[in-house]
């Protein structure tokens, strides 16, 4: 049987890959990118944040680090609220931050067998990780990290892909797909007009499918790959959050009653994991900033940045 890594490199060898459509330039630190992808059918969005020296020509290349943006939001979102831009520019690395959909589960969508549109981990791992670095210097010292859906998406990428990032890193992510009630919280997020099985099927029909997109079933891909993990363990107003927040955040505590298995099975496994659980706090960006702050002295130094 083919490991994850190893059918994406075919899925790669198969495809010819995406190409730019469009490139503009931000600021003297960002580029902005159109790109035809095949396997989403469509042109996609994606915000680049290049070190100084960085040169498309340029003889050597960049660690690069990945930052996936949550389901309500969009490829803008790391560049506009936080200050990541900030902190990559005192390093030398290469910031990708793409489109990644509204609820599109960063996965390929499995649509009853037929397979298609949205692949969005197919357009992410394959596509554009190809296109950077061909045309773009990427480099091969990988680190991923996301917010809530995205944080989400940061350990299930790691996990499905083992050895391809050096660091993973989620902040307020749901780290199980099939703990008891997960299943159906995250396919009423789908949304009203969504056919909630068209992701991943049944969660007991198609388990096997839903089993290989659970960061629990699946944490033993990690192994290697050095971790960060950040929740509150009380979805309420915390010291963060302004006098006008709501009193409790569903969100936030579905995203802990989520860490806590994915927890107890890395301990099972024997697999270090760094976490900063706080007493309390909402699914906000307040919070967000903060994590991305503690840790990103870790993800730079797993890249040698």
């Keep these: 049987m083919l490991s994850a890594t ?60 990945w930052a996936l943006h949550g389901g309500n939001d969009r490829y803008t979102a790391w560049s506009k609220k936080s ?12 910031v990708v931050m793409p489109e990644g959909g509204f609820a599109g589960g960063y996965t390929d969508w499995w649509h009853y067998g037929r397979g298609g549109s949205p692949a969005w981990e197919t357009f992410h791992l394959t596509e554009l990780r190809s296109l950077l670095e061909k045309r773009y210097r990427a480099g091969k010292k990988r680190a991923v990290l996301g917010q809530s859906s ?52 049944h969660p007991f029909l198609q388990r096997k499918i839903w089993a290989a997109h659970d ?53 099972q496994l024997r697999i270090p994991i760094t976490t900063h659980l706080y007493p309390k706090g909402t699914h906000s960006w307040a919070y967000w900033k903060y994590e991305l702050h503690r840790s990103w002295p870790l993800i730079m130094k797993s890249l040698d940045a």
């Excluded at 997020?189 to 969504?194: K, R």
């Design 83 to 94: 200050d990541i831009a900030t902190l990559a520019a005192r390093r030398q690395v290469l």
């Design 215 to 267: 960061p629990v079933s699946m944490a033993a891909g990690l192994r290697g790959t050095k971790l960060f993990l950040s929740v509150a363990r009380r979805g309420v107003k915390g010291p963060l959050d302004p006098p006008t927040a709501q009193a409790a955040d569903p969100a936030e505590a579905f995203c802990w009653y989520t860490t806590q298995p994915f927890l107890k099975r890395l301990k």
């Design 150 to 201: 995205g944080g989400y998406g940061a350990l299930i990428y790691a996990a499905r892909h083992p050895g391809m990032f050096r660091f993973a890193a989620s902040y307020s992510g749901y780290a199980s797909t099939l703990t008891n009630g997960a299943p159906d919280v995250l396919m009423t997020g789908l949304g009203p007009f969504t056919d909630k099985y068209a992701m991943w099927g």
């Design 6 to 65: 190893l059918t994406i490199s075919l899925t790669a060898a198969l495809l010819s890959g995406a190409t730019v459509a469009d490139e503009k330039r931000l600021s003297s630190q960002m580029l902005e990118l159109t790109v035809k992808s095949k396997a989403m059918r469509k042109t996609l969005k994606v915000r680049l944040l290049v070190p100084k020296g960085w040169s498309r020509k340029a003889k050597r290349t960049w660690p690069t680090v």
